[in-house]
Structures are given as C-alpha cells and as structure tokens.
C-alpha cells in the first residue's frame, strides 16, 4: 500500500493561508493544494452558505487540517482588514497570502458602466492592496511569509473589450514586483501566478457576453475566443494552478520573488 506523508513530511504543517476568493474555482483549488501540504486554511467568498460550510468542512476532513470561512466583502477596505484579523486571531497568524479574488465584464470601452470598471477595479486590484498591507507586518515580524497574487495572462497582453480587468490585472503584475522588492531582506516572497483561460465559473459566465458582444457561436467562442491564443488548444485546470501556488510556498521556490508565472499554453509566448 502507498504510504501516506505524516504531518511532519508535509511541507507546509504549523502555517496558516487565507485565500481570498476561495469558496470555487482556482481559489478553491489553491485552498486544497496548501491544505494538502498541511496549512490551516481561511476561505472567503461568496455563495451559498450550505455549499460553503461543506467546502469548508470538507477542507478539514480530507485534509486533516483546520479551516475557517471569512464571508469579508472584497469592495470594502475595513472588511478586508477585519478578515486578515480574524485569520490571526483564529489561527495566531497569516503566514500565506492569497490574492485570488476576482470578477470579469465584458463591454465595448465606450459601453463599459463606470460602476462596473469601479468594481473590478476594487475587487481585482485594490483588495490586493489592502489584504497585502494587512498582513505584512506579522509576516515580517516572523521573518517568513508567502504572498501570491492571482493575475492572468491578461497581466502580460490585452484582449479587446475587458478595458477594467486587464488594467486591474496589469495593477496586479505591478504591485507584485513593487511589494517583492520591499519584502525582499524580510523572508517573505511575493509572486504572482498568471494562468491563461481555466474552465471555471467565471470563464464560462462570459461566454454568453462575448457572443453578444462578437456576434459569435458559443462553439466559436470557446474554440476561437477563448483558446484562440493558446496554442495547445487545451484549458489550464484549477489543480494546475493551486500545484504552481503549493510550489511557491515550498522552501525550494525561496529565492523566486517579484515574478509572474505563467500557465497559459503558450498564450503569451507568441
């Protein structure tokens, strides 16, 4: 029978991850990949509470790991602030940060409603900033921390008609290398993950947008749109990109900060 790693093999046992945005999708996927290596875990998201508290009770029996749910609001900077607290409070500190939370609208610039640019912008961008300034002082009191921020290849190159999600993610990219030159003599890396087109929820809640907005086919979307520009025609998975996050918080990715890794099929490679 294969063995099963004890507590003391798991690379990250005794830490503590709160990831934002992590109730589905590639968050939920990270949440799973650093439980899996023995982090306590604080998942926050939107959804519904019965299918949350099963995410979340379900962390803690695979996993063998403790794991609490912030419901924080993602818009708002006070609620932010509380949410990192309440990590600390809970399980005494945040040694990883996940900046995964975010959301998509897809609109012709000159269409695109302001309320809508100041919401992916604040949600996308900004609560990075705010969970960032939150945490980094316990992390640079204990000399050790993880920071990693979900981009996009949508970071590194544009695609038309998502003007608030490519400056918010171009935002992301920046505030990356900015933060990771400052932590640097701190024992804390800050990197960002830049995944191509993943098949989640809020990939294919754009599809019907896009159709409106390119007078095309679903089929058309998915084969010409979506994964048009990566060249392996195949869409990135959630466990891929929660592989690449338990990767940078391993003690073999300590000397990679300030960088954005792709997983995009080449996207970005053309």
Known sequence: ???????????LSGRVALITGSTSGIGLAIARALAAEGANVVINGLGDAAAIEKERAGLEAEFKVRAAYSPAD?????????MVAFAQKTFGSVDILVNNAGIQHVSPVEDFPPEKWDQIIAINLSSAFHAIRAAVPGMKSRKWGRII?????????ASPFKSAYVAAK??????????????ATHGVTVNAISPGYVWTPLVERQIPDTMKARGLTR????????LGGQPTKQFVTVEQVGA???FLCSEAASQITGANMQIDGGWVAQ
Do not use: R, Y
């Open 1 to 11: 029978m294969p063995q099963t790693a004890s507590p003391e093999d798991k690379s």
């Open 74 to 82: 993602m818009t708002k900077p006070a609620e932010i602030a509380d």
């Open 149 to 157: 921020n979900t981009a996009s290849a949508h970071s590194l190159v």
């Open 170 to 183: 171009h935002g992301i990219a920046g505030l990356t290398k900015t933060v990771a030159l400052e932590l």
């Open 219 to 226: 089929e058309q979307v998915i084969n010409d749109v979506l």
């Open 244 to 246: 690449m996050a338990a």
